[in-house]
């Protein structure tokens, strides 16, 4: 499934349309990272675009990642000289996915490392802090994302008009 990209910009073309258009590329980027930490289908093929179990699955998986992202970064005035060296190749694994995903088209397989690591550092929080108001911020976090994630599966489309070129759905003919 792909889904439009409501900040595109005419004309596209490669990286120049990045820095023509800031505002609209950091949107775009964002948007990417967004959509490949939303997993609203477990599955590798989608046969059933509305199935019942979407909007709870997105909802967990925000607050997995909401609740991972807040322990992760609870955790890093607390990493020991000996730990550094692990910590720091775990934060760099990290931030260059999200940064390679950030600047491709993503699917959610592509997220799976940054998924992880914020799945273990959040059973890491449940397992030893386990403060309700953290909790139930996640938790939030986790009902806003399905929402969001619902409100992305109603835009999607299941082919581009061009499989070499993503598209500006602006409802301009061209």
Not at 35 to 41: G, I, P, Q, S, V
Not at 71 to 79: D, Y
């Amino acid at each position: 499934m792909f889904f439009p990209n409501p900040w595109c910009t005419l004309p596209l073309a490669t990286w120049e349309w990045y820095f023509d258009h800031p505002f609209s590329g950091l949107a775009t980027l964002t948007g990417h990272v967004v959509a490949a930490l939303t997993f609203e289908y477990p599955f590798t093929y989608i046969y059933d675009r509305s199935p019942f179990y979407s909007m709870p699955v997105a909802g967990a998986m925000w607050a997995v990642n909401s609740l991972g992202l807040f322990n992760g970064i609870r955790l890093i005035p607390s990493i020991k000289a000996g730990d550094a060296s692990m910590a720091v190749m775990l934060g760099v694994l990290f931030v260059t996915t999200i940064g390679l995903i950030s600047l491709i088209v993503p699917e959610s397989r592509f997220s799976a490392i940054p998924a992880a690591l914020l799945s273990v550092l959040a059973v890491h929080y449940v397992l030893t802090c386990s403060k309700p108001a953290i909790l139930v911020a996640c938790l939030m976090v986790g009902l806003l994302g399905s929402l969001l994630a619902e409100r992305l599966i109603s835009s999607a489309v299941t082919r581009p008009e061009s499989r070499l070129q993503y598209q500006c759905n602006l409802g301009i003919e061209s």
